[in-house]
């Protein structure tokens, strides 16, 4: 099954030509997510064709601007593209009273309804559920109420074996097998196990979003095993002291973070303006995490 | 003194690659003003290096999303920068209502104020006043309350010629005359008309901004002689129906207002996304007023 991750925004808060704010399209299955929504969101999905009608739902991690500015557009945009189905909102408290207020104020009546899921920021718990993914709060400290999120791809199956299949079974037993139940014995015919003619299903993929966020060692054991971790890295480690003030991380913190969770891979992003050059916080997260990558406007990735 | 406008977006309410929703810079003597501010408008002025920090005021048109929905992001991004003074924002009633709920649920302090102007979008009044310009609202006719702005530099003084004026003037009498003061007949000399001396101040240089509105043929007596007008033709007139239906105008109407208000120049934007190819609107334009322009991303117009 897709488990596709494509990077919309790279920048902080301040605005910087050629990046964008955070933003990111996760496909799993055929249904599409949103992580975060900056200005300009609907542009970068233009840009990277993005079926808008199959959005399933957003996840918003705190109420800074460059974090959900680009959801009103979004909205509008769905709404003049005929839009019907409900769209799941998910984000800190408040979120919805920001967008009820824009669409009263303005007239506004969405064709569509939002369903709205308040996040307790300070909890890790399942927040959303699909057929698809399961979802997952992550507790950030930062300046505002602000919650990561953990998207875990729904158990597979296990894996039948053909090469382990007696010969002679009926499409009836066959699907008793592929629903994972095992066949009684049945007329002077011994039984089979499921478990015997099956391998395990693998683990369900991970993919870990952590948003703006002091660095919080504990946090490793929330994302332990996962199988990509995008952290944000605002500021060199020389700057850790601004970092800590404005409650953000560097690139050496997070990569000590993926490095003390064992997570597959990870994706550095939300970088400050400061930085024209991204060479130097790669170089300084690899010291830790060598296989670190900055999550740069439209890389896609598999997790 | 310097009157310039810069079209920052050409693209109506629909996302579309390459095009951007409408927002206008104009500049005044040393003084920025933004009219409309649609999704990503803080990133067209990174574009074009326009000087944030000279924002004196905001006019808002209305409340569709693509005529202000990028204000959220500037006002943040202002604050980032360390704005203190004052920003004026001139809008229809509400707009006030949407921009503080924003802050207030999001705990955003901004370290400037905002003065809000509340327009009466019914109304032909003044609305904005400094030394450089007077704004007027234009009243527009669209599907919730919408405004338009005619934007008249301050009367300029009358200019002294040198060739009339007799030698042997001290500088507190030629500073009188500058003034517009006549000089009195004094110990023997005979008085000076400032009238005899000056050339009549040139008229005061206007440009009108009608946003989203139904076909007025009424608001060419309100920018009659404007030197500048910008007008919606959201369609082509084969698309008049759903024009009026939708309360936008054609190409041909936009032509129409500008010939009957006799104006200097005439500009079209927030054009359909139906319109890969804009040439035949600006050619039937042409057919009525013959050196219509489009107002694309870019075009910088001295007014």
Not at 42 to 52: D, H, K, M, V
Not at 219 to 242: K, P, S
């Amino acid at each position: 099954m897709t488990f596709e991750l494509r990077i919309l925004g790279s920048a902080s808060a301040t605005p910087t030509l050629g990046r964008h704010p955070t933003a990111q399209a996760l496909t799993v299955g055929g249904a599409h997510y949103l992580v975060d929504c900056g200005e300009g969101t609907q542009w970068r999905l233009l840009e990277y064709r993005s079926r808008l009608n199959q959005l399933r739902a957003v996840f918003i991690s705190h109420l800074h601007g460059d974090h959900f500015f680009g959801l009103f557009g979004l909205l509008g945009s769905l709404h003049l593209q005929g839009r019907t189905r409900a769209l799941v909102i998910v984000g800190p408290p408040g979120l919805d009273e920001v967008l009820t207020t824009q669409m009263r104020v303005s007239g506004t009546k969405l064709a569509f309804a939002m369903e709205f899921v308040a996040v307790d920021t300070e909890a890790h718990a399942v927040v959303y559920e699909d057929v698809h993914i399961t979802v997952s709060s992550l507790p950030m400290r930062h300046r505002v109420p602000c919650t990561g999120y953990l998207f875990a791809e729904q158990p597979r199956r296990p894996r039948l074996l053909k090469e382990r299949l007696p010969a002679g079974l009926s499409a009836a037993q066959l699907g008793q097998l592929a629903q994972g139940h095992d066949l009684p014995a049945d007329a002077g015919q011994p039984g089979l196990r499921h478990a015997d003619v099956s391998a395990p299903a693998p683990a369900p993929r991970r993919y870990a979003f952590c948003s703006d966020t002091l660095y919080t060692p504990a946090l490793a054991e929330l994302v332990r095993g996962a199988d990509v971790l995008y952290h944000e890295a605002t500021f060199l480690d020389n700057m850790h002291a601004r970092a800590a003030q404005t409650h953000h991380s560097t690139a050496r913190q997070a990569a000590q973070l993926a490095h003390d969770a064992g997570v597959g891979r990870l994706l550095l992003g939300h970088f400050s303006s400061r930085y024209k050059d991204l060479e130097p916080l790669l170089l300084e997260a690899r010291a830790v995490f060598p296989t670190a990558e900055l999550a740069l406007e439209g890389l896609m990735v598999s997790v």
